[in-house]
Antibody
């Protein structure tokens, strides 16, 4: 069974740092691009970051650029999100999402984890 | 920055057809995906590459994309289809989601 399990969410003070992890199983992790998508309480989905297979490309939403860093360890079948300088507006459920890239410009997200909750508050 | 616009809410009677639109500049030149999210659950992909249904998604879900508008159509809507629906597309190395549409089946 294809599965993504996020961890690392916590209550953290503004200005603090946190590292989220996503453990992948049931598929060849190294062959897929991955994303982090977040959802603030009662709000819609917001894309955070993307990393291609082999880590050749990384992209970020403007709202997190310079503060968050996406990475992956294919040997451990794991995706990470290092979050620094956290703000109250970063409070959200963070989802790890697999992306299928069959042909250029035709990518789609097909598998979502259950999410991990990050709360930024003093 | 690129934006996708969805109506905040759509209502439909059971058994009828629901249409949810997603508008963006030249959206028809991109591929659109649609996600369904029920309360307390993770989003689920229901349409990708404009018109394709993943395995396990009922045939009553269909999609189209032309001009500036992508549309998710649910034929013979059932009570279990009540959920939030989000469109999504890629634009210049950025993933964009629509604001979401709450589908009410009443």
């Amino acid at each position: 069974e294809v599965q993504l399990v996020e961890s690392g969410g916590d209550l953290i003070q503004p200005g603090g740092s946190l590292r989220l992890s996503c453990a992948a199983s049931g598929f060849t992790f190294s062959s897929y691009s991955m994303n982090w998508v977040r959802q603030a309480p009662g709000k819609g989905l917001e894309w955070v970051s993307y990393i291609s297979s082999r880590s050749s490309s990384m992209y970020y939403a403007d709202s997190v650029k310079g503060r968050f860093t996406i990475s992956r360890d294919d040997a451990k079948n794991s995706l990470y999100l290092q979050m620094n300088s956290l703000r109250a507006e970063d409070t959200a459920v963070y989802y790890c999402v697999r992306e299928v890239a069959e042909v250029p410009a035709a990518n789609y997200m097909d598998v979502w984890g259950k999410g991990t909750t990050v709360t930024v508050s003093s | 920055s690129y934006e996708l616009t969805q109506p905040p809410s759509v209502s439909v009677s059971p058994g009828q057809t629901a249409s949810i639109t997603c508008s963006g500049d030249k959206l028809g030149h991109k591929f659109a995906s649609w996600f369904q999210q029920k309360p307390g659950q993770s989003p689920v992909l229901v349409i990708y590459q404009d018109t394709k249904r993943p395995s396990g998604i009922p045939e009553r879900f269909s999609g189209s994309n032309s001009g500036n508008t992508a549309t998710l159509t649910i034929s013979g809507t059932r009570a279990m289809d009540e959920a939030d629906y989000y469109c999504q597309a890629w634009d210049s190395s950025t993933v964009v989601f629509g604001g979401g549409t709450k589908l009410t089946v009443l």
